[in-house]
T-cell receptor, first 116, second 113 residues
């Protein structure tokens, strides 16, 4: 069964450093998402992406964050200058229909980001 | 602010019993509702989705939706120890272009043998 994959599984970085989290969505999916989950808290939406453009972003997704689809398979989340409060699990998700009809989002295994 | 509320639990049931998980949502415009299971340290795994009022059954799982009461529930019949996890309720936003999900905090379920 096709799956969303993410690398790395765990990233440790120093405050102020840039990190890039990578995702490979399910191959026939065209709609991509990033969510994050701070330990013990809710899963929170960050951004949605379609046709090489951001469709929607939350208030969390400020100028420190960016997303890119650098090639036909990868989808990346970049945090330019990490802060302690960016420590969280970051989940990539993808879907076929972008929220229409009976669409569902499938989540990758996550990247645990630890900012020291 | 759109909110999805769940009892955090923990909910503890014996093996073979029915586990009942509940969720309410604040936005009447929400159209689609999802139950995800999340094991500790893992990603959300989709169990069921429901769009229409009433019941929807899939194996041991039944989702129930009451839009008038803004209430969603998940029943797990014949609960197994492997069902022990945190169950996340999520809703989409009608105003969202690509179906942004709002999650509840989750209900922790323990099924004891």
């Amino acid at each position: 069964e096709p799956e969303v994959t993410q690398t790395p599984s765990h990233q440790v970085t120093q405050m102020g450093q840039e990190v890039i989290l990578r995702c490979v969505p399910i191959s026939n999916h065209l709609y991509f998402y990033w969510y994050r989950q701070i330990l013990g808290q809710k899963v929170e939406f960050l951004v949605s992406f379609y046709n090489n453009e951001i469709s929607e972003k939350s208030e969390i997704f400020d100028d420190q964050f960016s997303v890119e689809r650098p090639d036909g398979s990868n989808f990346t989340l970049k945090i330019r200058s990490t802060k302690l409060e960016d420590s969280a699990m970051y989940f990539c998700a993808s879907s076929v229909l972008g929220g229409a009809g009976t669409d569902t989002q499938y989540f990758g295994p996550g990247t645990r980001l630890t900012v020291l | 602010q759109k909110e999805v509320e769940q009892n955090s639990g923990p909910l503890s049931v014996p093996e073979g019993a029915i586990a009942s998980l509940n969720c309410t949502y604040s936005d009447r415009g929400s159209q689609s509702f999802f139950w995800y299971r999340q094991y500790s340290g893992k990603s959300p795994e989709l169990i069921m989705f429901i769009y229409s009022n009433g019941d929807k059954e899939d194996g041991r799982f039944t989702a129930q939706l009451n839009k008038a009461s803004q209430y969603v529930s998940l029943l797990i019949r014949d609960s197994q120890p492997s069902d022990s996890a945190t169950y996340l309720c999520a809703a989409t936003d009608r105003g969202s272009t690509l179906g942004r999900l709002y999650f509840g905090r989750g209900t922790q379920l323990t099924v004891w043998p």
